[in-house]
C-alpha cells in the first residue's frame, strides 16, 4: 500500500494494491455490522515538509480497527495502552473526522496485542510518547475508507450516483430525501470492494479534529465504574503475592512457610523465579488480603553472595569522579577557547533514582493450561511483552492471547523490556499448575512491591565546564555525564546504542542552542533496574541546559528571555513561538510582582514538541512554593486542545514531585530505604499551581505532547527561585542550603 500525502491542505491516499484481503471482516460482532482492519506490510511514502515524523519511506505495517454495529454506535479499536493521555479519545476523533461520524455515537476500546496492531511507524505494538502523531495519517485513512464505502453502498441501494450522496454525522443523505444510518447500511457495506483512492479532508474542513472534546471515558472515570487492569477478576480465579529479595538479583535459600500456611484463605506457598535473574516465592490465597498476611509470615533466608549491593552515598562519589573525566564522546566541538576565557562557570549537579509510582500498581492476571496462555495486563509493550510470556510459558506465539486492559498511570514502567512482572506471574501460575491446581491467578503488586521493586529513573551526575567571552557569549562548553544506560543489555541496544551513546541519556543537550559543545559520557554498571521515566533523559538534561542558561544569562547582565532567543537564532521559529506566547500570556517585565515573588523561564523540545514555561514562585523560610505556571506549547496541530491542555497539567505536577524534599530512590547496602508514600514523596493536589496552557496555532501534522511538558518545569522554578535566595540549584529534589522546610506527609 502505498500512501502519498502531497501538502497538509489536500491530501490523497493511494491504494493501488487495497483489495478485500487486506482487510480483516467480520459479521456478527455486536449484533453484526461493518468491521474493517488494515494489515498493510508494504511501503508508505510521505511526502509533506510539513509532517517531519513521517518524512521519509517506511516500511512498516498499517494498522486500524472500526466497527460500526446496527444501532449506529461506531466502535474504534486502539492499538495503545490508554493509561490517562487520551488516545481513546484522540485516535477515535481523527476516524470520526474523516467518516463524518456523530460523536454522540464515537465507542473505544483497546486492542489486544497482535501484528495487525503494530505501531504505523515503529513496526511493533507499544505506547511511549508519540501515539497520536504516528497516527494521525493511518486512524484518518481508516475513517476515509469507512466512509466510500457507505456511500458506495447507500448509491447502490437507491440506484443513484455516488455523486448524488453525501454524509452528515452518522447519515447517508441521498437525493429526494433519500437518508440511511451507516449502521443500516454497514452489512452492504461490508460486501463491497475496498476503494482504490480516497480523498482525505482538507483541514480546512475539519469539524472535529482541533477542538476541545471530552474523553470518551471521562463519565466512567469520573463515577468510578472505569475497571483497570487492577479491577478485572475471573470466576474461581486465585490472588498471589510475591516476596522478593531485598536486594536486586538474590535467590531463596531456605523458606519456612509453615506459619503462613496457617492463615485463613492460603492455598499454597512456591518458590518462583523472579527478574534479573533471582528467585522469590508465592503465596497463593483467596484475595489479597490473606495472600499479603501469609507474604508477612514467611521466614527467608536470602542468597545474597553473588548480588552486588549498592550504596547510593558511595555511588555518588564514584560518579563525582567519574564526571571529572572524560568519558565516551557524544558530541566534539572544540572547546580550546575555555582555557583563555574571560569568565568561567564550573558546575556539578546530582539526580537521583526516581520511581515511577503509577497511581495504579502493576497487577497481571493469568490463565494458563497446557497449550495456551491468556493475559490481561495494563501492557505498554505488547509486542515485547507477549513474545516474553510465550518464552516464560514454553509456548509459541500464536499460543498466547494478551488482552490490554486500561491501566491507572505508568510514566513508563509497564514497557519494560524485560516484561518483569508477566513473567514473573507466569512463573507463579506455572507452580501452581505444577501443583495439580488450575484456573486464573491475579498476581498483585502492593505500593510497598512497586516503590522498592526496581526499575527506576537512572541517578546521574553532569559536570559542566563553560567559557564566556567579554559580551557573555559562550566560547566552549565541555560538558560530562554519569549514569546508568537503560538500553544497555536490551533489545533496543543493537538499533538505538550508537558508538557507545545511550541517546535517552544525552536527549536534549545542545539540540536547541547554537553552542560549541563537547559531550561526554560513562555508562555506569550498577546492580539497579533501570528503565525510562515520564520525559526520558530530558528530565535531567533540560534541568542541566535550563538553568545553566540562565546562569550564563546572569552572568552577560543580559535578560535570560533575550539570551534564549539569540541562542536559537532563526533557525528554531517553534522554539521562539513557544517562549513567546507564555511570556506574553505571563506579563513576563511588565507586571508587577508580589513582595517576595519572582518568575523563571525555561523552555525545551521532547518528542518533537516545544513546551516553555514562565512560572511565578516565592521563598518563605526556606521553603519554595510554586503558584503560577503559563505555558507556551508548539505541538503543530493539537487534535484534541482539552486533552492538550490536560497533559501540560499533569506534567507541571509530576515535574513539581520532582522538586520536593524526599524524591528520591536511595540505596544502602543494596537495599532500597524508601518503600512507601510516607518515605517517598509525590507532589499532591495542594502543591498544584494555578495553570495557564496556549497553544500555538499551526496547520502541520501533529507533534506528541504526551511527556513534553515535564523536562521544563523543574529548571523554571529553579530559575525563579535563584532570583529569590541567590543561590544557583544544581541537585533534584531542591536544597537551599540545607534551609529547605520539612515535606509534611
Known sequence: MKIEVLDDACSRVEASSLSRRHFLKAAGVVGGGLVLGFSVQESVTVVNAATPIVAETLAVPLNAFLRIAPDNTITVVINCLEFGQGVLTSLSMLVAEELDADWTQMRAELAPAGDVYKDAVLGMQMTGGFSVNHAFTQYREIGAHARAMLLNAAAKQWQVGEDECHTERGTVVGPLGLHASYGALANAAMQLDIP????????????????????????????????FGIDFTLP????AVIARAPVFGATVASVDASK????????????????????????IADGFWPAR???????????????????????????????????????????SALAGATKKISAEYQFPYLAHAPMEPLSCVVALSRDSCTIWAGSQFQSVDQAAIARSAGLTLGQVTLHTMMAGGSLGRRANPTSDYLVEAVHVAKAWTALGKDGPIKVIWSREDDIKGGYYRPSHVHRAEIGLDAHGAIVAWNHTIVGQSILAGTIFETSMVKDGIDPTMTQGM??????????????????????????????????????????????????????RKKLLGNTHPRHVAALDLAVRRSGYGIRRLVQGHALGVAMHASFDSVVAYVVEASLSHGTPKLHKVWAGVHCNRAVNPLNTEALVQGAILIALGTTLPGAAITLKDGVVEQQNFNDYTMARIADMPVVDVAIVPSVDAPTSMDEAGVPPLAPAFANALALLSGQRLRKLPFELEGKLGSRKK
Not at 499454597?268 to 516465592?281: E, I, N, P, Q
Open 260 to 283: 503462613a500456611l496457617l492463615v485463613k484463605g492460603v492455598l499454597a506457598v512456591v518458590k518462583v523465579d523472579t527478574d534479573r535473574g533471582g528467585s522469590g516465592v508465592a503465596v
Open 236 to 239: 474461581g480465579m486465585k490472588v
Open 293 to 335: 498476611q501469609g507474604r508477612n509470615m514467611l521466614a527467608i533466608h536470602w542468597n545474597m553472595d553473588n548480588a552486588s549491593k549498592v550504596s547510593s552515598d558511595q555511588q555518588l562519589l564514584t560518579y563525582q569522579a567519574l564526571a571529572k573525566t572524560t568519558g565516551t564522546v557524544a558530541k566534539n566541538a572544540d572547546v
Open 196 to 227: 482504490v483512492g480516497v480523498m482525505l479532508k482538507d483541514p480546512k474542513q475539519f469539524r472535529l479534529i482541533g477542538t476541545s472534546t471530552l474523553g470518551l471515558n471521562a463519565r466512567d472515570k469520573s463515577i468510578g465504574t472505569q475497571q
Open 510 to 563: 545542545g539540540e536547541s542552542y547554537a553552542i560549541p559543545l563537547t559531550l561526554s559520557v560513562h555508562n555506569a554498571e550498577e546492580n539497579v533496574p533501570v528503565l525510562w521515566w515520564r520525559g526520558g533523559g530530558s528530565t535531567h538534561t533540560a534541568f542541566v541546559m535550563e538553568t545553566l542558561i540562565d546562569e550564563i544569562a546572569a552572568a552577560a547582565g543580559i535578560d535570560p528571555v533575550v539570551y
